[in-house]
């Protein structure tokens, strides 16, 4: 099994900065695929970004593109979420998933979340 921690979430006004952070606990972490998911309260989760094995396929939400950068640093056992230029919008509970290999809609492993907050 695989545990997955976020942290680095909080509250920030808009236009503001944050960077998440997921730490794993597999020792073959160079051989998943990493994403980051969200839900606002009231609606239903929806992809954020994901960034493969490798860490050369790189793929983005339309409403984040641009303001967001997932990236990984393997001898870490973690991926980062960079968040800039906040909105509103952005509220919601954020949650570190993980999957072999390929990027997936349906990850098989996921965190228990980390809260971001932006106020207006």
């Known amino acids: 099994q695989v545990q997955l921690v976020e942290s680095g979430g909080g509250f920030v006004q808009a236009g503001g900065s944050l960077r998440l952070s997921c730490a794993a606990s597999t020792r073959s972490f160079s051989a998943y695929a990493m994403a980051w998911f969200r839900q606002a309260p009231g609606k239903e989760r929806e992809f954020v970004a994901a960034?493969?094995?490798?860490?050369?396929?790189?793929d983005y939400a339309d409403a984040v593109k641009g303001r967001f950068t997932i990236s990984r640093d393997n001898a870490k056992n973690t991926v980062y979420l960079q968040m800039n230029s906040l909105k509103p919008e952005d509220t919601a509970v954020y949650y570190c998933?993980?999957?072999?290999?390929?990027?997936?809609?349906?990850?098989?492993?996921w965190g228990q979340g980390t809260q971001v907050t932006v106020s207006s």
């Open positions: 960034i493969n094995w490798i860490g050369g396929s790189l």
């Open positions: 998933a993980a999957n072999p290999v390929v990027i997936t809609t349906t990850p098989r492993y």
